[in-house]
């Protein structure tokens, strides 16, 4: 079965045609478009962090209680238990650390050994000598000591150990910090989760724009402070998430530290050093709600129409009126002929060149493509 060239054309004519008819703005008000925008922004922001959320379970997983006690156990060469801690941040993803005191010394090297032989990928070791000052109680003398502070990573399936030690004398205390490492799917599922919000941000919003138009203007009050609401509730959180989004296209090296992710500001810590730890995960609880209520009252748009059965005569002929006038804008927007069809018949019957001229300037205004307007000069049908 073959396929023309023709065929494939006309396919791409019709879906490049459906896809500016669903994204085509419902006017060119300034107001307008910035509402548009900044839905698109927000809603692109919560879709970045969706993705990153979604990136983190191909990852590897954080070990557990058990598996890092052998990995302590492979460090310091004794079986002891260690004290474990897992941190969360809301700029990064999530790491652990384990801490084992040990009062014999440490030798740092073989412990780089025991993990290369495990089968590791590890690092060379740095090693820092020195002497610390020490007091003991009761005595007014100060005695040094040598001190060591010694530091290696390992890496193996995903997983990104940070090994070292600090002693004066034979005490000190050996810590393992870890976290995941980084993974090209993290970026990838970012980007794309970003991409998914804008493109469904800018339909939701011209969308809803749309069904409420032809609505009573009460109706339309309602749900534009409901909207300018939610976004000033979510503006916060939108911040915080594009501030990360940032930091995870940046370059960034396995043994600095976690990679940053996006999801991680909705974390309960604080984002800012003055903010409190609940405030963008409340504003985004808030925000959510505000914007499910806000499009809930726009659906119920169709169905307020249907309820003009008992209302004031006109009610309905003028909301059916209203309906049709934005399907002939929305046609005209894609379509040729549709829009000038539209420009004559919105200047019946003064079809002299200065009416033709300022409808076709409202109808640019409308987000009618300029070029699909037939200007004054050029040919209109004869009046009867």
């Known amino acids: 079965m073959s396929i023309s060239w023709s065929t494939i054309g006309h396919t791409v004519r019709l879906t490049v045609t459906g896809a500016r008819r669903w994204l085509a703005l419902p006017d060119r008000r300034p107001v307008t478009v910035a509402a548009v925008v900044l839905i698109a922004l927000l809603v692109g922001a919560f879709g970045a962090a969706a993705g990153s959320w979604l990136s983190t379970r191909a990852v590897a997983d954080l070990p557990s209680e058990a598996t890092l006690a ?16 897992r941190e969360t941040s809301p700029r990064t993803a999530a790491r652990f650390a384990a801490d084992t005191t040990l009062a014999t010394g440490w030798d740092s090297a073989q412990a780089r050994q025991r993990y290369a032989a495990a089968g590791w990928s590890v690092s ?23 001190s060591r502070y010694a530091r290696f990573t390992a890496e ?26 980084d993974s090209p799917v993290v970026p990838a599922l970012t980007i794309a989760g970003a991409a998914l919000g804008l493109i469904t941000g800018w339909l939701l919003a011209v ?6 138009r032809p609505t009573h203007p009460a109706h339309r009050a309602t749900v534009s402070a409901l909207t300018a609401t939610a976004l000033l509730v979510l503006a916060a959180p939108a911040i915080a998430l594009y501030g990360n989004l940032v930091r995870t296209l940046r370059p960034h090296a396995d043994t600095s530290g976690p990679a940053a992710s996006v999801h991680s500001a909705l974390t309960p810590d604080p984002y800012w050093s ?42 309905g002929d003028w909301e059916a009126a209203a309906s049709t006038v934005e399907a002939s804008i929305e046609a ?19 079809w002299t060149p200065g009416s033709l001229d300022r409808m076709r300037e409202r109808l640019i205004n409308a987000g009618v493509p300029a070029d699909f307007l037939t200007t004054s000069n050029q040919s209109r049908p004869d009046r009867p």
């Open 70 to 85: 052998d990995l302590s156990r492979r460090a310091t060469g004794v079986d002891e238990a260690p004290v474990v801690s």
């Open 124 to 146: 060379p070791l740095t090693v820092t000598d020195d002497q610390a000052s020490v007091l003991y109680p009761g005595d007014k003398a100060v005695s040094y000591l040598p």
């Open 156 to 181: 193996s399936r995903g997983l990104v150990i940070e090994v070292s030690g600090g002693f004066v004398g034979a005490d000190g205390v050996v810590r393992l910090a870890g976290w995941a490492a």
């Open 207 to 212: 969308t809803t724009m749309r069904r409420v």
């Open 274 to 315: 003055a903010a409190p730890a609940w405030l963008l995960p409340g504003l985004t609880v808030a925000g959510g709600l505000i914007a499910v209520i806000t499009l809930g009252l726009a659906a119920s748009t169709r169905l307020s129409r249907v309820g003009t059965v008992d209302s004031p005569a006109g009610v």
């Open 332 to 350: 005209a927007r894609v379509d040729r002929d549709a829009a000038q069809r539209l420009l004559f018949l919105s200047a019946y019957p003064d």
